[in-house]
């Protein structure tokens, strides 16, 4: 169990500092009002889970890259891999609820967080 976390711990490490390097690159070449910085990011973390979801073939690569990587860089990417997953399992009304849940639910959570904290 402690090899795995300090699989993830690193990876996460690198992931979150790729996520602020990438997000920096693309917001300082292009300034848009649309967060395209951190669309960018999403994007390629969900090509990125996608992609080591079938080239890792060990556990240990998984959590250091996928968990890890992927987890510190965007969650967005585990988000989208999971309803994938479950559209692929035919569960696609409790894919469309997950995300529509999510994406409502997590909206309203931020501004709630912002709002008791004024």
């Keep these: 169990m402690l090899k795995q976390i300090l699989l993830v ?5 690198v992931g979150s ?9 693309v917001t ?9 910085g951190t669309f960018a990011v999403n994007i390629l973390g969900c090509f990125c889970i996608g992609l080591f979801a079938n080239l ?19 969650t967005f990417s585990t988000f989208a ?11 696609m009304t409790l894919a469309f609820v997950y995300t529509l849940s999510s ?7 931020v501004w709630l967080g912002m709002y008791v904290s004024k």
Excluded at 81 to 91: D, G, I, K, P, W
Excluded at 103 to 109: F, S, T
């Design 17 to 25: 500092v790729m996520r602020f390097l990438a997000s920096v690159l």
């Design 56 to 74: 890792l073939p060990s556990n240990n690569l998984r959590f250091l890259l996928i968990t890890g990587f992927c987890g510190g860089f965007t």
């Design 28 to 36: 300082r070449s292009e300034p848009f009002p649309f967060p395209v």
């Design 9 to 13: 711990s690193v990876g996460g490490a």
């Design 103 to 109: 994406c409502v639910l997590g909206i309203g959570a």
């Design 81 to 91: 891999s999971e309803t994938l997953t479950l559209a692929n399992n035919n569960q």
